[in-house]
């Protein structure tokens, strides 16, 4: 197994694909990291209000309120919030900038590397 190179965090992991979900919550579980699931932006907002998590992975495309909408909620709740969108679809210039313009943390394209999330975890997470 990987070490990852950060002490135990509250990661709240949002994505509406239950099997990406399940797999992520295991992994993080298995690294010692507290995981708050929340499969729509309405609950990932909530839960984030509820638990203050360290950084969140927020799936950008998901039925409802998106990874964007979620994204603006959740900057009202806490200005310091660390997101990170995970995608397995290309975000157009627009879309990127306006994330980027509201302090996003970072960007994890689907399939997420391990590396890279252990990476991203490292550096972002309060």
């Known amino acids: 197994m990987i070490e990852i190179p950060v002490k135990p965090k509250r990661i709240l992991v949002v994505d509406d694909d239950h099997d990406f979900l399940e797999s992520m ?3 993080l579980l298995d690294y010692g990291h507290e ?9 990932a907002v909530e839960k984030y209000a509820e638990y203050g998590p360290d950084i969140v992975l927020l799936d ?3 039925p409802g309120i ?3 909408e979620t994204l603006l909620h959740i900057v009202k709740l806490d200005s310091d919030a660390r997101v990170v969108l995970t995608s ?4 157009d210039d627009a879309q990127y900038r306006r994330t980027v313009d509201m302090s996003l943390s970072g960007l994890l394209p689907k399939p997420i590397e391990f590396a890279n999330l252990a990476k991203t975890i490292a550096r972002h997470a309060k």
């Open 25 to 27: 919550q295991l992994l």
């Open 35 to 43: 995981v708050i699931p929340a499969s729509n932006g309405k609950e």
């Open 60 to 62: 950008f495309k998901m």
């Open 66 to 68: 998106d990874g964007y």
């Open 88 to 91: 397995a679809y290309a975000l």
